[in-house]
């Protein structure tokens, strides 16, 4: 069964950075997509990153293009977060897809594997 944890979410000014990481036990990341997803208070959980299970391609949100990058580093998944904006605090979650189900990443209700999320908070 595959498992994802989450970690450095936190507290940050408007125009700091964070970098969340995602790491994956159970199976090997060379055959899933992984996603960083978000869900703000009242709102629905969207798409805000994905990288492939071969690495390559990676796609981003609009709002978040330009100023986030997502990476994969052995077992692990990061998500760095610069110029941080109001508007991106949310709890982040990554996720999971097997590369038989897709090519990328789904909307989330087809991503089959969730971590628990950590918390971001872009505040002055």
């Known amino acids: 069964q595959l498992q994802l944890v989450e970690s450095g979410g936190g507290l940050v000014q408007p125009g700091g950075s964070l970098r969340l990481s995602c790491v994956v036990s159970g199976a090997s990341l060379d055959y899933y997509n992984i996603g960083w997803f978000r869900q703000a208070p009242g709102k629905q959980r969207e798409g805000v990153s994905c990288i492939s299970s071969s690495g390559s391609p990676t796609s981003y949100a609009d709002s978040v293009k330009g100023r986030f990058t997502i990476s994969r580093d052995n077992d692990m998944v990061n998500l760095q977060m610069n110029s941080l904006k109001p508007e991106d605090t949310a709890v982040y979650y990554c996720?999971?897809?097997?590369?038989?189900?897709?090519?990328?990443?789904?909307?989330?209700?087809?991503?089959?594997?969730w971590g628990k999320g950590t918390l971001v908070t872009v505040s002055s």
């Open positions: 996720a999971a897809v097997h590369l038989t189900v897709a090519t990328s990443c789904l909307p989330p209700d087809g991503m089959n594997y």
